[in-house]
Nanobody, 123 residues
Framework: QVQLVESGGGLVQTGDSLRLSCAASGVSFGTYAMGWFRQAPGKEREFVAAIDPWTGEYYTSSVEGRFTISRDNGKNTVYLQMNSLGPEDTAVYYC?????????????????WGQGTQVTVSS
């Protein structure tokens, strides 16, 4: 049984930082691209960042330079360091896993999802 368990969300102020964590179990972690999506109220779920075990890191343009994704294969954990947060970053953040050969920037190609963690940035 595959589980992705996120942690680290919360309420912060504009300009603050947060680090999200996602612990994976029941999956061959090293063969999956791991990523983060987010969904704001009334909006579609959107790609934020991904880290492929072979090809590296990818970011949506709105977070590039502010967010950093990393993974610890020994701990089966992926992280999202979020700096310079703004109200536009407010959303539920979902951890995602997809086999590395897929286009994992598309929600429809994700194999497994976490339950989500709320990030709220006040102005």
């Amino acid at each position: 049984q595959v589980q992705l368990v996120e942690s680290g969300g919360g309420l912060v102020q504009t300009g603050d930082s947060l680090r999200l964590s996602c612990a994976a179990s029941g999956v061959s972690f090293g063969t999956y691209a791991m990523g983060w999506f987010r969904q704001a109220p009334g909006k579609e779920r959107e790609f934020v960042a991904a880290i492929d075990p072979w090809t590296g890191e990818y970011y949506t343009s709105s977070v590039e330079g502010r967010f950093t994704i990393s993974r610890d294969n020994g701990k089966n954990t992926v992280y999202l360091q979020m700096n310079s947060l703004g109200p536009e970053d407010t959303a539920v953040y979902y951890c995602a896993a997809a086999l590395h050969y897929k286009n994992y920037t598309l929600p429809g190609n994700i194999d497994y999802w976490g339950q989500g963690t709320q990030v709220t940035v006040s102005s």
